[in-house]
C-alpha cells in the first residue's frame, strides 16, 4: 500500500518555468517533510511543515501543508538548473516513530 | 554545521560475508535510525535506536541484522550474511529530541554492493 503519492514522477521543464509537486495521502500527519536527493547522495532536508494550512517559503520554493495534514506541494518558482534533482516528500508522526517516504518527483531543468 | 557522516560511502563484499556500516550521528541527537534504498526504489526503514536499545524496527530487519551503539559516538549497523538482495544505499539518520514533529536528519549514504 502506498502511503504516500508524489506526483508526477518526472518532469522536464525549460529554466525560468513555475512547476508544482505534490505529495498526497490518505494518512493524517503529524508533520511533514520535503527532502531532495541528489544521486549517490542522502536526502537533504528541506523544510518541514506542521500545521494544516501551513505555507513556508525558501527562497524560490513555497512549501504548502494541507488543511487536514494530508497533503502537501512545492511550488518552484523560476526554476533554474541547480534545482535539479530527486524531491522528496516524507511523512511522520509524533515521537520518534519511522518516516514514511514517496517515491519522489525528479526534476529536470533545462538551460 | 553539524551533520550525519558515515563510513564507507561504497562497500563490495561477496555474498555470505558480514558487513559493518558506521554512522556518526549529530552529537545532540538522542535518535537514530537507519534506512535503506534500492536503486530506483524509494527509501525505506529499518530501525529506530533511543536509549541503548532498539525502539522499533521493520519485516526488512530480520535476525540478519544489528544495530549497536558501542560508544558515546559510533552507530552501526551489521549484516551478518549478506545476500544479493541486501545490495543498496544505506542511510543513518539523526534527530534530536521528542519534539512535535519528526526531523530527521540524514547522512550521505553507504552504497553496498553484493556479489
Known amino acids: 500500500t502506498q502511503l504516500l503519492e508524489q506526483s508526477p514522477q518526472f518532469l522536464s521543464i525549460q529554466e525560468g518555468e513555475n512547476l508544482t509537486v505534490y505529495c498526497n495521502s490518505s494518512?493524517?500527519?503529524?508533520?511533514l517533510q520535503w527532502y531532495r536527493q541528489e544521486p549517490g547522495e542522502g536526502p537533504v532536508l528541506l523544510v518541514t511543515?506542521?500545521?494544516?494550512?501551513e505555507v513556508k517559503k525558501l527562497k524560490r520554493l513555497t512549501f504548502q501543508f494541507g488543511d487536514a495534514r494530508k497533503d502537501s506541494s512545492l511550488h518552484i518558482t523560476a526554476a533554474q538548473p541547480g534545482d535539479t534533482g530527486l524531491y522528496l516528500c516524507?511523512?511522520?508522526?509524533?515521537?520518534?516513530?519511522?518516516?514514511?517516504f514517496g517515491k519522489g518527483t525528479r526534476l529536470s531543468v533545462i538551460a | 554545521e553539524p551533520e550525519v557522516t558515515q563510513t564507507p560511502s561504497h562497500q563490495v563484499t561477496q555474498m555470505g560475508q558480514e558487513v559493518i556500516l558506521r554512522c556518526v550521528p549529530i552529537?545532540?541527537?538522542?535518535?537514530f535510525y537507519w534506512y535503506r534504498q534500492i536503486l530506483g526504489q524509494k527509501v525505506e526503514f529499518l530501525v529506530s535506536?533511543?536509549?541503548?536499545?532498539?525502539?522499533?524496527k521493520s519485516e526488512i530487519f530480520d535476525d540478519q541484522f544489528s544495530v549497536e551503539r558501542p560508544d558515546g559516538s559510533n552507530f552501526t549497523l551489521k549484516i551478518r550474511s549478506t545476500k544479493l538482495e541486501d545490495s543498496a544505499m544505506y542511510f543513518c539518520?539523526?534527530?534530536?529530541?521528542?519534539?512535535?514533529?519528526?526531523?530527521?536528519?540524514f547522512g550521505p549514504g553507504t552504497r553496498l554492493t553484493v556479489l
Open positions: 539518520a539523526s534527530k534530536r529530541g521528542t519534539s512535535g514533529y519528526n526531523e530527521q536528519f
Open positions: 494518512s493524517v500527519f503529524s508533520s
Open positions: 511543515v506542521v500545521t494544516g494550512g
Open positions: 516524507a511523512g511522520g508522526w509524533s515521537g520518534n516513530t519511522p518516516l514514511v
Open positions: 552529537s545532540n541527537h538522542l535518535y
Open positions: 535506536f533511543y536509549n541503548n536499545e532498539i525502539s522499533e
